[in-house]
C-alpha cells in the first residue's frame, strides 16, 4: 500500500468514525486507532478492549477496507465501536463452547449495529417529512393570506 493509498483509505475510514464516535455516547471512552498498511487475513479490523477502564484499541486493516463501499466501510465502522460498547458483556460471557460465545457476541454486534444504522436513517426521514409538512403548512398560510 502506497503512502496516497493509505491516506485516502484511512481518511475514508476516519469520516464515518467523525460521524458515529460521539454520537454513539464514545466520548467518555479511550479508544486508539491503529492503522494497519497489512493485511490479516481476512480481518477489516479488530477491537481490543479494556472496558473497566473504558478503554480500547481498534486496528483497521486498510488494505481490506480498501475492497470495501461506503456502505460497507460505514457499516464496519459502526460495528467495531458497538464491539466497544459491549466489550464488558462479551468479555464476561462464560461458555465451554468459545465458538458458541463468539458467534453469539458477533450476532449481538450486528443485531446493535442494524439498529443504529436503522435508527439514524428512520430519524433522517422523519426530518425531512417535517420539512415537507413545514414547507406545505407555510405555502397553504400563504395562500390564505394572499386570498
Ligand atoms: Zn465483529
Known amino acids: 500500500m502506497t503512502d496516497a493509498e493509505y491516506k485516502v483509505e484511512k481518511a475514508r475510514v476516519q469520516k464515518y468514525l467523525d460521524k458515529w464516535f460521539k454520537t454513539m455516547g464514545l466520548g467518555w471512552f479511550k479508544v486508539n486507532m491503529e ?13 481490543y478492549s479494556s472496558w473497566q477502564y473504558k ?5 483497521w486493516f486498510l488494505p481490506h477496507m480498501a475492497k470495501y463501499d461506503d ?3 460505514e457499516t464496519t465502522v459502526v460495528h467495531e465501536l458497538v464491539h466497544v460498547l459491549l466489550s464488558g458483556i462479551a468479555q464476561n460471557m462464560v461458555d465451554d463452547d468459545e465458538t458458541l460465545s463468539n458467534q453469539i457476541n458477533e450476532y449481538t454486534t450486528e443485531l446493535v449495529t442494524s439498529a443504529l444504522l436503522w435508527t439514524r436513517e428512520a430519524g433522517r426521514d422523519d426530518q425531512r417529512k417535517a ?4 414547507k406545505r403548512s407555510v405555502a397553504k ?3 390564505k393570506t394572499a386570498k
Open 35 to 47: 492503522w494497519s498498511r497489512e493485511h490479516e487475513g481476512e480481518t477489516a479490523a479488530r477491537t
Open 141 to 143: 398560510a400563504r395562500n
Open 71 to 73: 456502505e460497507t466501510i
Open 55 to 59: 478503554q480500547a484499541t481498534i486496528t
Open 131 to 134: 420539512v415537507a409538512d413545514l
